[in-house]
Nanobody
Framework: QVQLVESGGGLVQPGGSLRLSCEASRFLLDYYSVGWFRQTPGKEREGVSCLASNDGTTYYADSVKGRFTISRNNRRNTVYLQMNSLKPEDTAVYYC???????????WGQGTQVTVSS
């Protein structure tokens, strides 16, 4: 069964932090890399971060390097995105999805809204 369920979005002030969670089916975690994408109205979905399933290699978009951290808890079948020093331009719908670097490999969750505003 293919399942990706995001949680943890919300409203936060600039400079604040949020942690997004993605509960994934065991099948996906065993065979795919899982990461995070985001999309704002009128723009294409962009790859934010990806955690390779085979060797743990991480990818981060230049815009989030040094501020966001991706991690995984295998016992909980969950992938996290810790977002620190948030900026208004980080406002978007964040999607958990299967990934290869900055690209999608086909599976998506339903998305969670992150709004950074004072």
């Amino acid at each position: 069964q293919v399942q990706l369920v995001e949680s943890g979005g919300g409203l936060v002030q600039p400079g604040g932090s949020l942690r997004l969670s993605c509960e994934a089916s065991r099948f996906l975690l065993d065979y795919y890399s899982v990461g995070w994408f985001r999309q704002t109205p009128g723009k294409e979905r962009e790859g934010v971060s990806c955690l390779a399933s085979n060797d743990g290699t991480t990818y981060y978009a230049d815009s989030v390097k040094g501020r966001f951290t991706i991690s995984r808890n295998n016992r909980r079948n969950t992938v996290y995105l810790q977002m620190n020093s948030l900026k208004p331009e980080d406002t978007a719908v964040y999607y958990c999805g299967t990934c290869s670097g900055s690209s999608s490999t086909g599976y998506w969750g339903q998305g969670t809204q992150v709004t950074v505003s004072s």
